[in-house]
């Protein structure tokens, strides 16, 4: 059950909109990336273990992140090869925090995932940043997390838990008065927010940029300087699966029929049906795309939903955009890693004010799973260009 405790959690560092941290630090600010921890289900295998839980193989990753600052990089001629990382300052977490708490699953209510999370992440993340202070964790709401607060077309239960919403909402605005489970109000308590690091606005936003969600970004983007570069952070891809939206037949509810989530709430347009041949998002993405060009200062896409661990270009239905994103691996349901847990993996993310780059490393943290404190193995960096 929420608590006024929650008041007490570390949360990611806030700043005004329009102002950056001071010039003259320019020093390196360092970001772990991570998403899809899915508290309530297992994973097959883990660690000579099986049918292993959600606590158990977040504690485990979070142990691991807890131990970069003695850790050194590889030599791999991106910026600060070969360094010392000694510092974290932020946590990125892109959604699904619990997983959906559907009854064929026997999967547990979102207040017990909420408090394993707790425990694990925001309690057991224990690593400093270069100001001394505990790693600011940011944190956006995923699907199976809207889900278990507004419902689901499959049985679940209880038949909804808003209690992920409402601390995703009491930590990203701190209310005077916090909202809990039960005074969570879905079309009030949006969890869209932004925040100034080094130079760089990130915009953490519920889900992906519908319609609804870009009335809130442009009014955000209005304040910043067309200059300043921005990062987009949410839970879903760019090319957003259709089902997401709200759906398109009769009184637009949730239903086994339709089988539509309604985790956006843009109407949905190119079809009827929320799978299949015809399910594509064409209209909803040359939209977003149309958005995005209208903001060349957006640079790069953060997010998960598919569980897999990846680099890329994201360029549109129509090949006219470029947009460097950023594909998180889930400790729970990766695409590789749920099969192999030696490919189970974080993201170490580092940005230089100085030059305006961004530089992604996966940290594969599971590499013997006979040997918890077998060294981290690196994958090759991935440099994004935010000038």
């Given amino acids: ?21 001071p010039q003259q630090d320019l020093s390196p600010v360092h970001i772990l990336l991570t998403s899809d921890a899915h508290y309530g289900i297992t ?15 977040n504690a485990a990753m979070i142990a691991s992140m807890n131990t970069l600052p003695a850790v050194t990089l590889p030599s791999d001629g991106a910026f600060e090869a070969g360094q010392k990382i000694n510092y974290i300052d932020y946590m990125f977490q892109a959604g699904d925090v619990a997983n959906r708490m559907e009854v064929s699953a026997k999967v547990q209510p979102a207040t017990v995932s909420w408090n394993q999370f ?23 709401p995923g699907n199976h997390d809207v889900s278990n607060a507004i419902g689901y077309y499959a049985a679940m239960s209880p038949l909804t838990d808003a209690t992920s919403m409402a601390n995703l909402y009491n ?22 927010y932004s925040r100034d690091i080094a130079g760089v606005h990130f915009c953490f936003m519920q889900m992906w940029p519908d319609s609804t969600v870009r009335i809130w970004l442009k009014s955000d983007l209005d304040k910043v300087n067309a200059k300043t570069p921005v ?31 309604n985790v956006l709430d843009e109407v949905y347009k190119d079809a009827k049906v929320s799978s299949g041949a015809t399910a594509v998002t064409t209209i909803e993405q040359r939209n977003m795309v149309a958005f995005l060009k209208q903001h ?18 994201y360029t549109g239905v129509d090949n006219d ?55 981290i193995k690196w994958g090759a960096p991935y440099i994004i260009n935010l000038k």
């Fill in 43 to 57: 994973r097959p295998a883990f660690r000579g273990a099986t049918t292993v839980d959600a606590h158990t193989t």
């Fill in 171 to 192: 930590r990203a605005f701190n209310p005077v008065t916090p909202i809990s489970a039960t005074s969570f109000v879905y079309n009030t308590n949006r969890v869209n």
């Fill in 321 to 375: 955009v470029q947009i460097n994103a950023v594909s998180i691996d889930s400790p729970m349901k990766g695409l590789t890693s749920a099969a192999d847990e030696t490919k189970l993996c974080y993201d170490f993310a580092t940005l230089d004010p100085k030059t305006m780059t961004l530089t992604v490393r996966e940290c594969f943290w599971d590499t013997d799973p006979t040997n918890a404190n077998a060294a």
């Fill in 231 to 261: 990062i987009l952070v949410c839970h879903d891809q760019p090319a957003v699966v259709p089902n997401h939206f709200t759906n398109p037949n009769g009184n637009h509810l949730i239903n086994n029929t339709d089988k539509f989530d």
């Fill in 1 to 21: 059950m929420f608590t006024a405790a929650v008041l007490a959690f570390a949360s990611c560092k806030k700043s005004t909109p329009v102002k950056t941290e």
């Fill in 118 to 140: 707790n425990t694990d992440y925001i309690q057991g993340l224990t690593v400093k940043g270069k100001d001394g202070n505990k790693a600011g964790i940011c944190v956006v």
């Fill in 296 to 313: 060349t200062n957006i640079k790069a896409w953060l997010h998960c939903h598919v569980h897999e661990s990846r680099f890329y270009t």
